[in-house]
């Protein structure tokens, strides 16, 4: 956030504009750029200035266009290459070989890198994304973020006996601590313990006792059942600043019935940046404890609505058809909470698809209807926000079959999310009365709380659920057939 403009850059127009977009108030800027350009459309700045703020306020049509003058105007320009090269890729435009352009002029850096990666994979190369990343993992072997991509690759396209072979080769030639826990996060996250163990071994081995190290052996502890090892090790990383530790410390604690420990781990983080991911956890302590919080928290009955999308079958189908072919054969994310299906990449109400920019204004229309319905409390996090600015921290599209479910979880990136059922296997399908059912308020169940679910929603074609990212959610298996939804999160509303 800038502080307040002095007269003479209030009085310049792009530096204006400027300020306002550092600010996060691009829908200000986006006016003023509009009028400057019609006065000075040859103008390379201000276009860029006017992608910057498209894109700020997710209007990727508006930023596309943006950008592509400003390649117009000034062709040699890597901003205006990398922009125009952003643009496609969130608009799920093909983007690879603007991307290459990019790295061929000596414009590679880590991020344009994984944004290549992220593009080849879109545009079915997997080969070759694997290859640049094998390519700079040669060179900088302790670079995690392109060690976590690649694993990401291999994960979801069908080449797991080879998921960490990148950090095997890695660690025998540099020894950072940070290369190490990557390794073990993505054993543990792949439900390869046993191999996780050994990796921590080899770790300790090598570099000895550390904190970091400390944690992920408390997560092992706690998760084979060793409570007293447990205990210990989260006792020994108190003073390590991680709010994943934290997390896993709160967890731990509340399974073994030291509720007021949890507590004490949580009331800190209420008002902080972690606030989202402890809010979850002050439910269940509060419903342990039978104090009356946890419905002030999680609504009663709890805060959720079911709702007709508002668009008729024939655009539901054309987005159906859009989804399917874009999923292909790609595995959930490693980590993600799918189990038995696929999900796309991206953030799919960034995409120039008309049939998914009509699905976005239905879905921001059912937000806004929502939230004007909610009750108003300032002191609430869910409804102490403003109600009327609607952007999205993620959408996704998930297919799940036969057997297929999620795990319990929340979304600590919203503030309000939501599922939309495009394709929904019929009645024999689902088998069993709640099977495919949506749970709101059933606590994860290594947690072994006891705690029921509040409600649960049956799967209905055209209709979306919205609820506080908050709360605790998962979906029950089904037998057969497919199920196809669209999901999101709504970013906290600013004003």
Request: charged fraction near 20%; hydrophobic fraction near 40%; include cysteine.
């Amino acid at each position: 956030m800038t502080g307040p403009m002095t007269a003479g850059r209030a009085s310049d127009p792009k530096a204006r504009c400027f300020d306002l977009i550092v600010a996060d108030r691009g829908h200000e800027a986006i006016p003023l750029l509009r009028a400057w350009l019609r006065q000075a459309p040859q103008d390379a700045v201000a276009w860029q200035l006017l992608g910057n703020a498209c894109r700020q306020e997710q209007d990727g049509e508006g930023a596309w266009q943006a950008f592509d003058r400003m390649v117009a105007l000034r062709p040699a320009d890597p901003k205006a290459m990398l922009g125009l090269a952003t643009t496609a890729l969130d608009s799920g435009r093909p983007a690879a070989r603007l991307f290459g352009q990019l790295v061929a002029r000596g414009q590679g850096t880590a991020d344009i890198l994984l944004s290549a990666v992220t593009a080849l994979t879109a545009e079915g190369e997997v080969a070759v994304a694997e290859q640049l990343l094998e390519r700079a993992l040669g060179e900088r072997p302790d670079w995690v973020d392109g060690h976590d991509a690649l694993v990401s690759l291999r994960w979801r396209y069908g080449d797991p006996a080879r998921l960490d072979a990148s950090f095997a080769v890695a660690t025998q030639r540099v020894a950072a601590p940070a290369l190490w826990s990557a390794w073990i996060r993505t054993l543990s996250q792949a439900e390869r313990y046993d191999a996780a163990a050994q990796v921590l071994g080899q770790a300790r081995a090598l570099l000895g006792d550390r904190l970091e190290f400390d944690a992920a052996e408390a997560s092992m502890a706690m998760r084979a059942g060793d409570h007293r090892r447990a205990d210990a090790l989260f006792h020994a990383t108190s003073g390590l600043n991680d709010i994943g530790t934290t997390i896993a410390h709160i967890r731990h604690a509340i399974r073994t019935g030291q509720l007021d420990r949890a507590q004490a781990l949580i009331d800190p983080m209420l008002a902080g940046p972690g606030a989202s991911m402890v809010w979850p956890y002050q439910s269940i302590l509060w419903r342990l404890r039978g104090d009356d919080r946890a419905a002030w928290l999680d609504g009663d009955p709890p805060f959720h609505r079911t709702a007709p999308l508002g668009l008729a079958k024939g655009e539901l189908a054309a987005v159906a058809d859009l989804l399917r072919a874009r999923e292909a054969q790609r595995r959930y994310p490693l980590g993600q909470s799918p189990r038995g299906g696929t999900q796309t990449e991206g953030e799919l109400f960034l995409h120039h698809a008309p049939a998914i920019r009509r699905l976005r204004g239905a879905v921001v229309q059912a937000v806004r209807d929502y939230a004007r319905d909610l009750p108003q409390d300032a002191t609430h996090p869910f409804l102490g926000t403003p109600r009327t600015d609607i952007r999205f921290s993620g959408s996704w599209s998930i297919t799940l079959r036969g057997g297929g479910y999620h795990t319990c979880h929340t979304h600590p990136k919203g503030w309000m999310s939501g599922v939309l059922y495009l394709a929904v296997p019929s009645r024999g399908e689902l088998g069993e009365e709640t099977n495919g059912a949506l749970e709101l308020g059933r606590p994860p169940e290594d947690l072994e709380t006891g705690l029921s679910r509040y409600t649960h929603v049956a799967p209905q074609e055209g209709r979306v659920v919205l609820f506080p990212s908050t709360m605790w959610h998962s979906t029950i298996p089904f037998e057969t057939g497919t199920r196809l939804t669209v999901a999101f999160d709504v970013m906290t509303p600013r004003f």
